[in-house]
Nanobody, 125 residues
Framework: VQLQASGGGLVQAGGSLRLSCAASGRTFSRYGMGWFRQAPGKEREFVAA????????YYADSVKGRFTISRDNAKNTVYLQMNSLKPEDTAVYYC???????????????????WGQGTLVTVSS
């Protein structure tokens, strides 16, 4: 699976962005998908994840109520809608694919098999 993230950019605090992650291959619907981010000088952290069917979603506490993850298996794409953005959301955002059938593993970075190249989100105050 190859992943291509897009949609990052510069936005003012309180604004919105939608990230997309397009996957190649015919097995996209077999993978749980996650978004992670890495801010300057910090370790990469979990943001959100969605099960292969879309029936289960998980969010980091810091983004709950502001971010929404979704997927369209027909388009081999996963999305991250980000609303009410804050300067602390500034980071490179990565999408990743998790082939583990246990959805409880979705927040665990180490269990992801494939990673996209990242897209930069900058939120100005």
């Amino acid at each position: 699976v190859q992943l291509q993230a897009s949609g990052g950019g510069l936005v003012q605090a309180g604004g919105s962005l939608r990230l997309s992650c397009a996957a190649s291959g015919r097995t996209f619907s077999r993978y749980g998908m996650g978004w992670f981010r890495q801010a300057p000088g910090k370790e990469r952290e979990f943001v959100a994840a969605i099960s292969f069917s879309g029936g289960s979603t998980y969010y980091a506490d810091s983004v709950k109520g502001r971010f929404t993850i979704s997927r369209d298996n027909a388009k081999n794409t996963v999305y991250l809608q980000m609303n009410s953005l804050k300067p602390e959301d500034t980071a490179v955002y990565y999408c990743a694919a998790n082939g583990d059938s246990n959805v409880a593993t979705l927040p665990l970075e180490g269990l992801y098999d494939y990673w996209g190249q990242g897209t930069l989100v900058t939120v100005s105050s």
